[in-house]
């Protein structure tokens, strides 16, 4: 089990993050769109581990 969470720029940014996730990486588990003044938040608890690779590729800033 992996827990990450990433800042986005717009609702659209973390609606393709989701995508890519669940889609692309086969990602299950607990994904929450956090909307904030400016920026989005997107809380992940994975079921399965992102190599960090994975992770580096994925756009936002890791907090």
Known sequence: MQQFSLL????DEANEVVSMLWNK????????VIPL???VKL???SEKD????QLEKL???RT
């Open 59 to 61: 756009p936002g800033k």
């Open 25 to 32: 990486l086969n990602i299950r588990g607990e994904i929450e």
């Open 37 to 39: 003044e400016d920026k």
């Open 8 to 11: 986005l720029e717009s609702k």
């Open 50 to 53: 992102l190599t960090p690779q």
């Open 43 to 45: 809380d992940v608890i």
